[in-house]
């Protein structure tokens, strides 16, 4: 049987402990990987989520304000002008100035540019979103030497809910080995504002685009289930015995999963051994 009885008990188990020493551990992390690079800082893509929040203030923590930038890059048709406001407040509130990007004028030349683009062509376009604001960073990491600064979480990173080479295109992942309910814990630690750190998670991709949503699972299930069966290495009859999950709530992780396996590796090419008879 499951350690845990319920998914609140998991929960519970995941947030509620000392962070001092992992904060201390992200922050070091940041400044190693900084030096280690012979850079100057990093820059962050700000959302207005809670993911974006928790990496900058680590990264301020870690780094001092001096050394961080951010971009805030929306697209007036799918971004809140809610979550604008929260990035560039929050930004401010630690002492950087952000740089503000209004990309709907790049995605409109992109979109105009492709021969085969349709006004139907939701998700295309809005991956194509999260790559230009890839490329915009990189830009901003060139010019100043600085590293990118990815806010992938632990969720995210293992069901593979981020787009590739686009929020997945990044130097450094600070917040990988944390939980999206460890996150919310962390940000709020971290003295992120609480209408942030409980905001409901999206990549605003798409107009109304709400993870939970798209996933049909909350992010409390997914975290239960992959600390289960990954980290616990309980069997998934095991975890089904778990109050509030579900065998096909497992069966959709784990399948999500393995077919998110190539986002989480480096491109495959042929052994060496072709060259040899």
């Known amino acids: 049987m499951a350690e845990f ?134 830009y901003y990491a060139n010019k100043y030497n600085l590293l990118v600064l990815g806010t992938g979480d632990r969720s995210e990173i293992l069901i593979g809910y981020f787009t590739k080479y686009g929020d997945g295109g990044v130097d450094i992942l600070p917040i990988g080995a944390l939980y999206k309910s460890q996150v919310r814990k962390a940000a709020e630690i971290m003295g992120v504002p609480k209408k942030i750190a409980y905001k409901p998670s999206s990549p605003r991709l798409v107009p109304g685009h709400l993870a939970e949503k798209e996933l049909g699972i909350t992010y409390d299930i997914v975290d239960a289930v992959l600390h289960l069966y990954f980290d616990r290495k309980l069997s998934k009859e095991n975890v089904c015995s778990v109050d509030g999950i579900e065998c096909s709530h497992v069966d959709r992780i784990i399948a999500r999963y393995n077919a998110t396996h190539h986002k989480r590796t480096i491109p495959p090419s042929p052994s060496i051994e072709i060259w040899y008879p």
């Open 5 to 138: 009885a319920s998914v609140d008990d998991v929960i519970k188990y995941l947030v509620e402990r000392d962070w001092s020493k992992p904060i201390d551990k992200i922050t070091s992390f940041i400044k190693s990987k900084v030096d280690e690079a012979g850079a100057d800082g990093v820059v962050v893509g700000l959302s207005g989520g809670v993911d974006s929040a928790l990496s900058f203030t680590l990264a301020v923590k870690a780094l001092g304000s001096d050394n961080v930038k951010t971009l805030v890059m929306p697209d007036q048709r799918v971004t809140p002008k809610e979550d604008v406001n929260d990035a560039i407040e929050l930004s401010k509130s630690f002492g950087v100035q952000p740089h503000i990007i209004d990309i709907s004028p790049i995605v409109d030349v992109y979109t105009s540019s492709i021969p085969v683009h349709e006004e139907t062509d939701t998700m295309p376009v809005g991956n194509l979103r999260a790559r230009i604001r890839m490329t915009l960073l990189y």
